[in-house]
């Protein structure tokens, strides 16, 4: 197993702070940077349409980062289309799906709003007949309330592998059995799960997975949404260069697989970016930095519930991605971030963290709650300097 103390020095800023905002956005190593700036030096050219050597080699490393992330999610089986990040997956998934008036949908409360918003939408519009809420408010998503919610006009089960609030993982492949028994499109939003887990999506058999770049150590503004051979194939959301197969007077044909849905300019640096951080993950082991985070979130609840004051939100499950949500009694989320950056330069997040149903139900007096997450170049001194830290504040209100 690696070292958390042996890779640190490819983070520079780890230096300087305590870094535990990681299930909001990931530290890039070195080699991430330089990767994107060796190609905004060397092969700074568009894809796919020059044959002069720039374009030909900017072409060549946009279509090996797609492989290089296929192969990482186990989805070689199916598309990958590069996006901006999980959100705009989502909806171009949301939006390109051809929908009948009676279709239902159904999702979890605890859902990021990445995977509720688009779906609200699409019921506000009256393209689909409703949104069906499951689950409480525990954690937990259970393949049973899921099968109690599907009806016959049940279309599509959306649900999100990993908890940015918990850090709980859901029963992903039980609901994608669940979900092919009864003929219905299962998608998962793998924002928290792509960066701690390892993810087979041949062996998970979901129809539609959506990821974040910049939460597993790449660059922001990139991402991907990938589609299952034989699922039904999205609409493009937008029209212009590259997605275009041949125009012809006021008509046109869009091109095939996933070029279909990356219309203008990608983000080939950033794609660049992101299969470099796929690599450098695969170099640690996704085994290994699931065992490293689950371990430190376990070492933070034990250390937290320890606390007179302090409530845990998070539940003490066998496996969890690293992100344990918890208040203190008497201070304000947002106090208590504040207080760990200025006392012991502790990064964490406060708030709601875009689950805004969810946090109606547990935090009803509003503020949220306050979540600290790891990632494989944190420390059980990081996590001990954060209990510390939090009970000096605890008892500051006593």
């Known amino acids: 197993m690696f070292s958390a103390e042996d890779i640190r020095e490819d983070f520079p800023v780890l230096e300087h702070v305590v870094y535990l905002d990681n299930a909001a956005t990931a530290l890039s190593p070195r080699s991430v940077v330089e990767v994107q700036a060796d190609a905004e030096f060397h092969y700074r050219a568009n894809v796919g349409r020059g044959v002069h050597r720039l374009g030909r080699m900017a072409t060549h490393k946009f279509e090996e980062a797609r492989d290089v992330l296929l192969k990482f999610f186990g989805g070689e089986s199916g598309i990958l289309a590069f996006t901006r990040n999980t959100t705009e997956g989502m909806n171009i998934l949301a939006r390109g799906i051809s929908w009948n008036p009676k279709d239902r949908v159904i999702i979890p409360l605890q859902e990021h709003h990445s995977n509720i918003l688009p779906w609200f939408s699409l019921e506000a519009e009256g393209k689909i007949a409703g949104v069906d809420v499951i689950g409480?408010?525990?954690?937990?998503?259970?393949?049973?309330?899921?099968?109690?919610?599907?009806?016959?006009?049940?279309?599509?089960?959306?649900?999100?592998?990993?908890?940015?609030?918990?850090?709980?993982?859901?029963?992903?492949?039980?609901?994608?059995?669940?979900?092919?028994?009864?003929?219905?499109?299962?998608?998962?939003?793998?924002?928290?799960?792509?960066?701690?887990?390892?993810?087979?999506?041949?062996?998970?058999?979901?129809?539609?997975?959506?990821?974040?770049?910049?939460?597993?150590?790449?660059?922001?503004?990139?991402?991907?949404?990938?589609?299952?051979?034989?699922?039904?194939?999205?609409?493009?959301?937008?029209?212009?260069?590259?997605?275009?197969?041949?125009?012809?007077?006021?008509?046109?044909?869009?091109?095939?697989?996933?070029?279909?849905?990356?219309?203008?300019?990608?983000?080939?640096?950033?794609?660049?970016?992101?299969?470099?951080?796929?690599?450098?993950?695969?170099?640690?082991?996704?085994?290994?930095?699931?065992?490293?985070?689950?371990?430190?979130?376990?070492?933070?609840?034990?250390?937290?519930?320890?606390?007179?004051?302090?409530?845990?939100?998070?539940?003490?499950?066998?496996?969890?991605?690293?992100?344990?949500?918890?208040?203190?009694?008497?201070?304000?989320?947002h106090e208590v971030a504040y207080f760990l950056d200025e006392a012991a330069a502790i990064m964490v997040r406060s708030g709601e963290h875009c689950c805004q149903p969810l946090m109606q139900k547990i935090a009803p007096a509003g503020g949220g709650t306050v979540r600290a997450s790891v990632y494989c170049y944190n420390t059980e001194d990081d996590v001990d300097l954060l209990v510390a830290t939090v009970e000096e504040i605890a008892n500051m209100v006593m």
């Open 136 to 333: 409480g408010t525990d954690g937990h998503i259970r393949v049973e309330d899921i099968e109690d919610a599907i009806t016959d006009d049940t279309r599509m089960v959306a649900v999100g592998h990993a908890s940015n609030v918990f850090g709980t993982i859901a029963p992903v492949k039980e609901i994608a059995k669940l979900c092919r028994r009864n003929d219905i499109l299962f998608t998962i939003d793998g924002a928290q799960s792509a960066p701690h887990l390892p993810v087979n999506l041949k062996d998970i058999g979901c129809d539609y997975f959506c990821f974040s770049g910049h939460k597993m150590m790449g660059p922001m503004g990139v991402g991907g949404l990938w589609v299952k051979d034989g699922s039904p194939m999205p609409n493009p959301a937008y029209a212009g260069g590259g997605m275009v197969g041949k125009v012809s007077g006021h008509s046109f044909t869009t091109a095939g697989g996933a070029a279909q849905f990356e219309a203008g300019t990608p983000d080939v640096i950033g794609a660049v970016g992101l299969a470099e951080a796929a690599r450098y993950l695969t170099r640690l082991g996704m085994e290994d930095v699931a065992a490293h985070s689950c371990a430190l979130a376990h070492r933070m609840i034990d250390g937290l519930s320890e606390i007179d004051g302090v409530s845990v939100t998070t539940p003490a499950d066998d496996e969890l991605v690293g992100a344990v949500s918890f208040t203190v009694d008497g201070v304000h989320p």
